[in-house]
């Protein structure tokens, strides 16, 4: 398992790998633009090409780009929705650029709207992004499932995929405190083997192309995204050592989002997946 954390790309993206390296990153995940706004960031030659020297010479072994969460792909207003496909058409092609290892997208929401027309209107989205891009992979993220957000649900993801027409570049990225807060028990090693087992059938374990690991501050089933530092929510210690020691998430980026990710952060998540390795 690649573990690793969300660093600031300032200063370009060779920045956001100095920056992994100093805390002992195997990836690293940034946003392609400032998260705040609808501008986007094009990366210039040499910024790319500084970005590529500088993976060379680190132990950093994939970057994650995460779509920014002003997107929303499913949306009835035609100004947003287009906002949002120029937005993720840009982090796709940034992605294709840097050689990224996949796109992170928050599907998007219903907002007050049915849910089935709004998955509809996500896939289309998607489906338009990924045909106006090349070659980098985006992965839909599972959500919390407050509100009307899409992808609370294996069955809600495995729909988009079929929507969107089965791209194979489409994945999922499954996020520990998502997937707790949506429903799906994943404290110890056996409840995140069933639930694994549920996405195989759901979705198929060859669209699983990405982690995010987070501890959940809400309760199983509370549908609130509100993450906790590892060990420290309601995953606990227990829970998060299932998710970093699952064999079925071997080889994966496994992205700790915290604010300001410190080397103590990355040790830990390491302790945490030894421990879970030594109780399997």
Request: charged content about 25%.
């Amino acid at each position: 398992m690649l573990i690793g954390a969300h660093v600031s790309p300032s200063g370009g993206p060779a920045k956001a790998v100095q920056r992994g390296e100093e805390r002992g990153c195997r990836s690293i995940q940034i946003f392609n633009q400032n998260p705040r706004q609808w501008k986007g960031r094009v990366y210039t030659d040499d910024e790319v090409a500084a970005y590529h020297e500088a993976m060379q010479g680190s132990h950093v072994e994939q970057l994650v780009i995460h779509a920014v969460y002003l997107l929303n792909c499913a949306s009835e207003d035609p100004e947003i929705r287009g906002k949002s496909l120029t937005a993720l058409t840009s982090a796709l092609q940034a992605g294709a650029a840097l050689g990224a290892h996949c796109v992170v997208l928050h599907p998007g929401s219903a907002l007050k709207g049915a849910v089935g027309p709004a998955l509809e209107r996500a896939a289309a989205t998607i489906a338009e992004a990924l045909a106006e891009s090349e070659t980098c992979p985006l992965h839909l993220e599972d959500t919390a499932g407050g509100g009307a957000t899409l992808g609370r649900s294996f069955e809600e993801l495995a729909t988009l995929i079929e929507l969107a027409g089965g791209d194979e570049r489409l994945g999922v990225c499954l996020d520990s405190c998502h997937l707790l807060a949506s429903g799906y028990d994943i404290r110890t090693a056996a409840g995140l083997s069933g639930v694994v087992d549920d996405f195989d059938s759901v979705v198929g374990l060859d669209r699983l192309g990405s982690l995010h690991l987070n501890d959940s501050a809400t309760p199983l089933g509370s549908n609130v995204d509100r993450h906790a530092d590892p060990g420290k929510g309601h995953l606990g210690r227990e829970g998060c050592a299932a998710f970093l020691s699952e064999p079925r998430f071997e080889g994966l980026p496994c992205v700790l989002e915290l604010n300001g990710p410190e080397k103590k952060d990355i040790r830990l998540a390491r302790r945490l997946r030894k421990e879970g390795v030594a109780a399997r």
